[in-house]
């Protein structure tokens, strides 16, 4: 099957995934998260801090 893509959107360059949250936990990521930070790079930035903080290594 061709996918095909309108033509403002660009393939990406990583597979991308959707989540649900509830409203007062993306209300809590946007406070955190630094201006212009995507949600991406805020989840991954605290997946490494707490890997971190567990001990864990990659």
Known sequence: METKFPERARPHKYKRSTIGLRISTKEMIDRCRAPGQ??????????????????YSH
């Not at 490494?48 to 903080?53: A, F, I, M, N, V």
């Open 38 to 55: 995507c949600y991406d790079g805020f989840i991954q930035q605290m997946v490494e801090y707490w890997e971190k903080s567990k001990g």
